[in-house]
């Protein structure tokens, strides 16, 4: 059993529940905001821009997640989090009960219900994730933390992996719309069994919030004025822009024009985790030693190559389908190596003591233009003469952007200065599996306390 491990580890275990939290919440959002609801609306017929706007709920949605954070003076953290949780699972008998009527033509207001239903999962995810994370981080000890997320990672690793495999044979042996319903009820599951180990935990003292004024007078001067972190913040925004659309118009494609299998599909989306967990398996031992630039160097030149390869691929009409497992894996080894290095670079250019509102700043302003992209995007990709299609000569544009946005970047890494030496990062967890939306996962306005030292242990006499 994957989770007897942790009775052997004492120190581990009674914070159990945390980590069996992380293992069943990847089976919801895996097939809720992830590759499954993209080929979902893509097999009700959906256009470019409906997918496109499905997808970007995550992000569009960053404004309430902040919003949310400033509720934790009144109601904590524990109550917060759940209210989030508990009306979450609630939105996926949508797709559960579209599939039991099972359309074999495009039905409009399917689509619409579809719309509404991720926008009001993505609503209560952001009220619920607004300080989910902060919260582990006050029950865990420190001498046990990186222990703890690391644990964190394999268990979401494997419940991730193996639930594409899982839905890949699903979809590979049952009708589409048979294999639709056992899909979004195992992440119904997977929601309620998470909502009861959150349930489990101990709450942790309500914290204290930045002021209002605070807020008000620093985020434009933040933003504006020049300064190491305007630079950088700034830098981070066009990378965003153009990532964001890969995925889903990735998939919305194969699956639309290139005629690949919702099986195929889901199986390369498990090869771009692979290359996540790649990515941070090489970088674990070397970014304290090397520093974060030659991590991002390498996020460039891999978007670049992503980009070039697509453009490839889409100009031999989907013929070379052998590029397709590198070209997901590389997407993976990209994403994860600017993750990484961002959460780094971050911390070492932002003082310990006044990290919360610049952190904020920063994740809010490049998830939310981040989302805009593939709504604007998905505007232009709408094929002509049929709805469920993309215009190929536009995504062949949205690569060249991507490429030569790539190499601009690179180019400008020069102007970020960095100091040697080791910083701890400003998150850890199940955003390796998920690197994007983990970028807003540090959005709150919480002073955390400083540290209380652990007593030294007391030295027996003789």
Same mark, same amino acid.
């Given at each position: 059993m994957i989770f007897s491990a942790l009775k052997k580890d004492p120190e581990l275990y009674p914070h159990r529940h945390g980590l069996y939290f992380s293992f069943f919440h990847a089976?919801?959002?895996?097939?809720?905001?992830?590759?499954?609801?993209? +080929?979902?609306?893509?097999?009700?017929?959906?256009?470019?821009?409906?997918?496109?706007?499905?997808?970007?709920?995550?992000?569009?949605?960053?404004?309430?997640?902040?919003?949310?954070?400033?509720?934790?003076?009144?109601?904590?953290?524990?109550?917060?989090?759940?209210?989030?949780?508990?009306?979450?699972?609630?939105?996926?008998?949508?797709p559960i009960g579209l599939s039991i009527l099972a359309p074999t033509h495009p039905v409009p207001w399917m689509i619409y219900a579809m719309i509404v239903a991720t926008f009001g999962y993505s609503l209560v995810r952001a009220i619920g994730t607004a300080a989910l994370t902060t919260w582990i981080y006050h029950l865990i000890p420190a001498s046990i933390r990186g222990r703890y997320w690391a644990t964190d990672q394999m268990l979401s690793g494997v419940a991730v992996v193996g639930s594409l495999v899982f839905y890949a044979a699903l979809f590979s042996?049952?009708? %589409?719309?048979?294999?639709?319903? #056992?899909?979004?009820? %195992?992440?119904?599951?997977?929601?309620?069994?998470?909502?009861?180990?959150?349930?489990?935990?101990?709450?942790?003292?309500?914290?204290?919030?930045?002021?209002?004024?605070? *807020?008000?007078?620093?985020?434009?001067?933040?933003? +504006?004025?020049?300064?190491?972190?305007r630079t950088y913040l700034w830098l981070s925004v066009p990378l965003f822009v153009v *990532?964001?659309?890969?995925?889903?118009?990735?998939?919305?494609?194969?699956?639309?024009?290139?005629?690949l299998t919702t099986a195929d599909i889901l199986?390369?989306?498990? +090869?771009?985790?692979?290359?996540?967990?790649?990515?941070?398996? %090489?970088?674990?031992?070397?970014?304290?030693?090397?520093?974060?630039?030659?991590?991002?160097?390498?996020?460039?030149?891999?978007?670049?190559?992503?980009? *070039?390869?697509? *453009?490839?691929?889409?100009?031999?009409?989907?013929?070379?389908?052998?590029?397709?497992?590198?070209?997901?894996?590389?997407?993976?080894?990209?994403?994860?190596?600017?993750?990484?290095?961002?959460?780094?670079?971050?911390?070492?250019?932002?003082?310990?003591s006044d990290r919360a509102l610049p952190v904020s700043i920063h994740g809010a302003v490049i998830?939310?233009?981040?989302?805009?992209?593939?709504?604007?995007?998905?505007?232009?990709?709408?094929?002509?003469?049929?709805?469920?299609? #993309?215009n190929l000569a536009v995504f062949q544009a949205f690569f060249a952007v991507l490429v030569v946005t790539s190499f601009i970047l690179l180019g400008m890494l020069r102007v970020l200065p960095e100091k040697a030496g080791k910083v701890e990062p400003l998150l850890r967890g199940a955003w390796v599996l998920r690197p994007f939306r983990g970028m807003a996962n540090v959005i709150n306005l919480i002073e955390r306390p400083p540290e209380k030292e652990e007593p030294p242990p007391v030295k027996k006499a003789g």
């Open positions: 089976l919801n959002w895996q097939v809720a905001i992830g590759t499954p609801t993209v +080929l979902f609306m893509q097999q009700l017929g959906a256009d470019s821009f409906q997918v496109g706007l499905v997808f970007s709920w995550t992000f569009l949605l960053t404004p309430a997640q902040v919003l949310a954070t400033a509720f934790l003076p009144h109601l904590g953290f524990k109550r917060l989090t759940l209210a989030g949780w508990n009306a979450r699972a609630w939105f996926l008998f949508v042996l049952l009708p %589409v719309y048979l294999a639709f319903i #056992v899909a979004y009820s %195992v992440a119904v599951v997977g929601a309620w069994i998470a909502y009861r180990q959150l349930k489990l935990l101990p709450d942790a003292e309500k914290p204290r919030m930045i002021s209002l004024e605070k *807020i008000v007078t620093e985020t434009p001067r933040l933003m +504006l004025e020049p300064s190491l972190f *990532i964001t659309p890969i995925a889903p118009f990735a998939a919305y494609y194969l699956k639309a024009s290139a005629g199986m390369l989306t498990m +090869l771009t985790y692979f290359g996540l967990i790649a990515a941070n398996w %090489v970088m674990r031992s070397r970014m304290d030693a090397v520093g974060t630039k030659p991590f991002f160097r390498i996020s460039y030149l891999a978007h670049a190559g992503i980009g *070039i390869g697509w *453009i490839v691929f889409l100009l031999t009409d989907g013929q070379w389908r052998l590029m397709l497992p590198g070209l997901y894996f590389l997407q993976g080894v990209a994403s994860g190596c600017w993750t990484s290095a961002n959460l780094n670079y971050l911390a070492k250019i932002l003082p310990e998830t939310f233009l981040g989302g805009c992209s593939p709504v604007i995007w998905g505007l232009f990709m709408k094929a002509p003469d049929d709805a469920a299609a #993309v």
